[in-house]
DNA sequence: AACCCAATGTGATAAATGTTACTGTCCCTT
DNA sequence: AAGGGACAGTAACATTTATCACATTGGGTT
């Protein structure tokens, strides 16, 4: 019933695949499930082989702003980051759609770096391209205003499910770009108007 | 006349800085170089051994926006991430005060982490350090106001510099934030009004 | 069908930020 | 000393975004 490890990261070794295979345990995770909050401590590498999770920054006063997705045969950069020092994670974790993950231990995660140039690789691509993410989610909101910022967070959505039918209300994507529900609706509407997206309840069809 | 490179980069191994010492080339530039531009490819990892560079994002419409400064003892995350790959350069570096910096070849950063624990435990520490640091900034951006926003710059440029008397213009804090003099303007004779700063001519002194 | 409730639409208004225009001040250069 | 230019102060107005109030819609439940 398991997809092998070997399709889900191509790039790993086999040695890495049996490693990680005689050490890291597998868990399932429903969606809903908070698989990390802020401030906790860090304990394990997560490496996602199954579903989605939406990675968020909170705010003091409870805002909840979306940075990025992770999908199968991606990591937590931040689990990588802090693992090596054990630090406070700077990130909340929502499971968006159920998921199975490969929990490895710090120490390992350590380790691996000399003993894989598989593993060493895949976690200088993950910081990289993890990096470039968040200073796109700068871009956007330093310099673009609301309208484009919807746009932009549509499309990542869209790119993250492969589908064009979004199926997400008003008041998520508010809380979600720190935002009131009215804004959205609007901008939503006028969005509507320029033929970009079509509009039902509880569903957002993007047109182009 | 140099101070000792195991002074700058206090946990480097010995073996390390000799490594430094016989593959890497010094360079100094004064200040107002730009020292890489958006776009261009990074054929180097860069350590600041003096001086300070601040790190920029360029918006489409030529804005500037603030991410942080490098100081002697770091170095550059973005050219270490992108080393390994030799990819594009995401940000824009301008020195502004007069740096030496010593410059290491692409292939040598990777080789080094396998070698040296103590170079590996540095590129590590500086990619949690920064991105905690551009998490923080997009908190500043996505939850805050811009008083607040105008507050928490200051307080980096103060910590930067470590003293309490910016020289710097309104003009000049507006691109940064990507906002407008006038606006920075207003803030600040709030800010002056609440007795948080004591304003002069191309001089900000913080107060509190 | 009658009802409930979450989701959405929309107008009115407030607050924050951006823009324009103009003034004054200080410093440097000539 | 006179002129020019960068810097700063401020008023008036435009635009964007936030907030409040309330209406409407549609699906599910009883």
């Known amino acids: 019933m398991q997809t092998p490890l070997k399709n889900i990261f191509p790039n790993f070794s086999n040695e890495l695949i049996s490693a990680i295979e005689s050490n890291a345990s597998m868990q399932n995770f429903e969606a809903g499930t908070i698989l990390m909050r802020t401030g906790q401590y860090i304990k394990n590498t997560v490496l996602i082989t199954k579903g989605k999770i939406k990675i968020y920054r909170e705010g003091e006063d409870g805002g909840e702003f979306f940075m990025y997705y992770l999908q199968p045969g991606q990591a937590c950069a931040i689990s990588m980051i802090c693992a090596t020092k054990s630090e406070k994670s700077q990130i909340m974790a929502k499971v968006v759609e ?32 993890r990096f470039e993410e968040v200073l796109e ?22 790119d993250a499910c492969g589908c064009t039918e979004l199926k997400i209300s008003h008041q998520e994507i508010a809380t979600e770009l720190n935002t009131s529900r009215e804004v959205i609706s609007r901008l939503l509407k006028k969005m509507e108007q320029r033929g970009l997206v079509k509009l039902n309840r509880n569903q957002i069809e993007l047109l182009k």
């Open 98 to 129: 159920d998921v199975s993950v490969i929990m490895i231990p710090l120490t390992l995660m350590d380790k691996w770096m000399m003993e894989h140039r598989s593993w060493y690789e895949f976690v200088i691509e993950t910081y990289r391209s």
């Open 137 to 158: 989610v700068v871009d956007s909101i330093a310099f673009r205003s609301m309208d484009e910022r919807l746009e932009f967070y549509l499309k990542r959505h869209k």
